[in-house]
């Protein structure tokens, strides 16, 4: 994968002012909440943004009123590789990880095996319309839903993306990158969910 197509796009994102990334929140917000698979889903897994992503904690909070079942990724404490998902309440403290990423405290009573997710938001650098995913590149979102590839269907996975995010020429998938069902930005859901 080029260096410059992810520093290209990461670059895009970060460029979005504060009114755009709040636009967007909403549209986002709006989007999903309408959708039956967000009706339908109690346990499912958000991410808090870094880097100009686009911003999920709306729709976060909108979840936590519903009384559903959510969680945030959380690095694993030992395995400098692996991501854990673990369950998010309003009033837990979260600490910041190495780097910068706010986090709730990995207890284990709080986790949840990501198969047991019934959706979740997935953050990217770049998407195109097929539901390839580009990521920070490090690999853990690949990792955490590996057993995607086979032919489990859940979690649903969902790609949160502004539109500048979308890579028009196709992005070329790799043997271990998952895919996502769909990948909704504020003017669209591509795929189906
Ligand atoms: N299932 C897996 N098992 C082992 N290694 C993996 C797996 N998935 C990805 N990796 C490793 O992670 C590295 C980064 O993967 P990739 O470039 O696809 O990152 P990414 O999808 O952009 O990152 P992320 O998922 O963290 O946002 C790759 O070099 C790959 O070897
Ligand atoms: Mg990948």
Not at 34 to 50: E, K, T
Not at 93 to 108: D, M, Q
Request: positive net charge; aromatic residues 10%.
């Amino acid at each position: 994968m080029p260096v410059s197509l992810r520093q290209q796009l990461r670059q895009q994102r970060r460029q979005l002012d504060y009114l755009q990334q709040q636009h967007a929140a909403r549209l986002l917000v709006r989007r999903l909440s309408r959708s039956l698979r967000w009706q339908r889903s109690r346990r499912i897994a958000f991410y808090l943004p870094v880097d100009g992503e686009l911003d999920p904690r709306e729709l976060l909070r909108l979840a936590l009123q519903q009384g559903k079942y959510c969680y945030l990724p959380v690095l694993h404490p030992f395995h400098p590789d692996r991501m854990l998902f673990v369950r998010y309440q309003l009033t837990d403290r979260l600490h910041y990880n190495r780097w910068g990423i706010a986090e709730p405290v990995p207890s284990k009573a709080r986790r949840i095996l990501p198969r047991r997710l019934q959706l979740a938001f997935v953050p990217l650098t770049g998407f195109d319309r097929s539901g390839n995913r580009l990521g920070m590149g490090k690999g853990f979102y690949d990792r955490a839903f590996a057993f995607r590839i086979g032919n489990s269907r859940s979690p649903v996975l969902v790609g949160l993306a502004h539109n500048c995010q979308e890579v028009a020429g196709g992005l070329q998938a790799a043997a271990w990158d998952v895919k996502m069902d769909a990948i909704c930005t504020p003017s669209e859901i591509i795929g189906r969910i």
